[in-house]
């Protein structure tokens, strides 16, 4: 059944804003201090999406056999690591502000989901996004699972007082794609970001926007079909 996109949920990493740069900084010089070669920005890409702890692991283990440290102690170097940089390589990606700016004039609701620890992310959506007004922007927090469970986007919901299967939840990961199948939400892979078509078609994406201005066409068209939308709740 058609349905009619009434609200928006934005990843941020690799969907709003090309970070790669600061998060591979961050993490190289983690590895540094390790005495272990650095790795490319690509390569960071495939790292990230899952949070800090698991950016961390996947970032050594691809050096070493084990961590050398406590995986927590590994965390805060890299957050410590990443609070010095203050999103200063961070870009909005080309025509992202001309999405927002069209979302806005079509009256939708909008918010900012991401696994990036829940400061960091506001602060980055302040400084690249400050002048755009987001019901809600939240990250990884304590004691609400990361994406892909749903929690999260499920308070988001209750925040935007929109059905969640009524709501677009974008992004450029298996993960988002992965939160909007579990929380009934209407998926839409960003192709510009992180992650390839292959790997998001392979996650369950069946709806895909290869540019931002794709996600105001949408829009425009007044519904979607239910097929894009994971289940029935």
Known sequence: MPLRIDALIFDLDGTL???????????????????LEPH???AYKRFVGEGAENLVRRSILARV???????????????????????????????????LEGVVLRRRK?????????????????QALGRFSFVDVRGEREGVPRKPDPTAAFELALELNVLPERIGFVGDTPIDVKTARNAGMISLAALW??????????AGASSFLTKPADL??????????????????
């Open 17 to 35: 804003a090309d970070s790669i740069a600061d998060i591979g900084t961050a993490m190289n010089a983690v590895l540094k201090s390790l005495s």
């Open 40 to 42: 490319s920005l690509d």
């Open 65 to 99: 056999p084990e961590l050398p440290e406590p995986v927590t102690e590994l965390c805060e170097a890299y957050r410590a690591e990443y609070a010095k940089l203050e999103h200063e390589s961070s870009t909005l990606y080309p025509g992202i502000e001309a999405m």
């Open 110 to 126: 909008m918010a900012v989901l991401s696994n990036k620890r829940d400061d960091f992310t506001k602060h980055l959506v302040a």
């Open 193 to 202: 970001g992180f992650r390839t078509r292959d790997e998001l078609e392979a």
């Open 216 to 233: 105001l066409a949408i829009l425009d068209a007044g519904q979607i079909s239910r097929q894009v939308c994971w289940g029935s709740r």
